[in-house]
């Protein structure tokens, strides 16, 4: 147990930091598992904006130090590659 003030000011901060950044990455996880639903089961629009409203979320949290930004970029990077695919088999399925 802490015994000086500075430490149990810092206990406080550390737990109001914790459940704050938990919020913000249960907002990141819930939005790529969107991302990944309309991805599977949605149209190329559906899934277009749903990667556009995760990428901004990544972004936040990247600058925000929540989710490293590296770690940010590359799920970014993974989801465009899955839109860029499902606007390819959209592409090549009228044609077939």
């Known amino acids: ?14 737990s109001k930091r914790r459940a704050i950044n938990r919020a913000r990455r249960s907002t990141v996880r819930s939005k790529l598992r969107d991302c990944q639903e309309q991805v599977l089961h949605g149209t190329v629009d559906a899934a277009e904006k749903a990667i556009r409203a ?23 990077s993974r989801l465009m590659r899955k839109l860029n695919e499902l606007k390819q088999r959209a592409a090549a399925a009228p044609s077939a």
């Open 54 to 76: 995760a990428c901004l979320v990544l972004d936040r949290e990247g600058s925000r130090n929540t989710v490293h930004r590296n770690a940010a970029a590359r799920r970014k």
């Open 1 to 14: 147990m802490a015994h000086s003030l500075s430490a149990k000011k810092r206990i406080r901060q550390n």
